[in-house]
């Protein structure tokens, strides 16, 4: 099939570059009353597959490359996304499949060269409801500062704000780029957490009893939003139902897929059966610190993650201190599938120990 959004394309000459100037004169989302078909099934090939399992265009040529934390987090220096080979975009794939989120500091990456880019990992997501920069529709912008009416978090915990994105999605992210270009002089951290540990961590028959569950996973909280505020909603699809256990198609670990965000109802539950365990699985990843980082923005930081493993929150706590600008590029990937043959990340290495020793 064809890809989806591939009518939408803008030309180049249209796509105006620089957002962070822009961003600094104020506001500039605009929302066009554009109505889109809707996206199409295609074949997702996960460039994954194509990576050195060594990773060595990146190890080889990066100054330094670090964990930060055991399970979720890995940093590179001295690596530019703008001047990425076609290996080390496979192989970036890779790294970001078995670690979760990978950070890189001081890029010169531009709004045009990330669209470039993603488009290396999928079709890019046009949002459903989401305003964006004129003549660039596939790019989501963060823009928050001491003007943000601060009553639109005044109802919600710091921990409700855990998601991943646009999972309402028959064929929901997977690869996902954020440059943050501008910083308030203190704040606006993000956090991300390991949907691989999230598995690990739970009891072999907590385990037993979510594997093969299914969830429905719905935008329909997006859609009245905009609604409510005479926004055009794009596409009329707003829900999907996924396994709460899913399976990367390029480690072959198991996840677990749920969050705050998007995650409805287990299909096959009365309300309260499916409250109770949605609940006990929401506090499992919001107070699951063992399997977390923190990452402390600097000014053109990147982050890249695969949405398909992981949770990620930002933390407001900047919005009386200053503006926080970045844009996302958002590829889309497979349709979430759960393998019973799969294995669990500990699991995996566990036996490849075990062949060594």
């Given amino acids: 099939m064809a890809p989806p959004n ?10 105006f570059d620089d957002l962070k100037t ?24 996960d460039p994954g597959h194509r990576a050195d399992p060594k990773k060595s265009s990146i190890y080889d040529n990066a100054e330094k490359v670090f964990d930060l934390t055991p399970h979720i987090g890995t940093e590179v220096h001295g690596i530019q996304l703008s001047k990425l080979t076609e290996q080390q975009k496979d192989d970036l794939a890779l790294l970001a499949a078995e670690r979760g989120v990978v950070f890189f500091r001081d890029q010169d990456i531009t709004v045009n060269q990330g669209i470039k880019l993603g488009e290396h990992y999928g079709p890019l997501h046009i949002h459903n ?6 003549g660039l529709p596939e790019i989501h912008v963060v823009r928050f500062d001491t003007k ?18 646009v999972s309402y999605e028959e064929q929901p992210l997977g690869l ?12 606006g951290d993000t956090m991300w957490s390991s949907g691989y540990a999230a598995y690990d961590r739970l009891s072999p028959a907590w385990q037993k009893f979510v594997e093969g569950l299914e969830a429905v996973h719905t935008g329909q909280m997006q859609v009245d939003e905009a609604l409510a505020n005479g926004h055009a909603v794009r596409r009329k699809k707003v829900e999907s139902v996924h396994p709460l256990v899913r399976t990367h198609p390029v480690t072959g670990w198991k996840s677990l897929y749920v969050q705050h965000g998007f995650t409805k109802r ?25 399997f977390q980082v923190r990452f402390r923005w600097t000014e053109d930081s990147v982050a890249v993650w695969d949405n398909r493993i992981t949770n990620h929150n930002a933390i407001f706590d ?40």
């Fill in 6 to 15: 591939t009518e939408t394309a803008v030309p180049e000459i249209e796509r």
């Fill in 22 to 45: 822009r961003a600094r004169q104020g506001p500039y989302i605009v929302y066009p009353d554009t109505k889109y078909p809707e996206i199409e099934p295609f074949e997702h090939n």
């Fill in 129 to 134: 409801t989401f305003g964006h920069p004129e």
């Fill in 148 to 165: 943000t009416p601060q009553q639109l978090f005044n109802y919600r915990g710091a921990g409700d704000g855990w998601h991943t994105d």
């Fill in 176 to 187: 996902t780029f954020l440059k943050i270009d501008t910083l308030p002089e203190i704040g």
């Fill in 266 to 290: 287990i299909v096959g539950m009365s309300k309260r059966e499916s409250d109770a365990v949605l609940n006990f699985l929401l506090n499992h990843i919001e107070s699951g610190h063992d």
């Fill in 318 to 357: 900047y919005l009386d201190v200053g503006l926080r600008h970045g844009w996302r590029v958002s590829p889309q990937a497979e349709k979430p599938f759960y393998d019973p043959k799969s294995k669990s990340k500990r699991q995996a290495e566990n036996e490849r120990l075990a062949s060594k020793a």
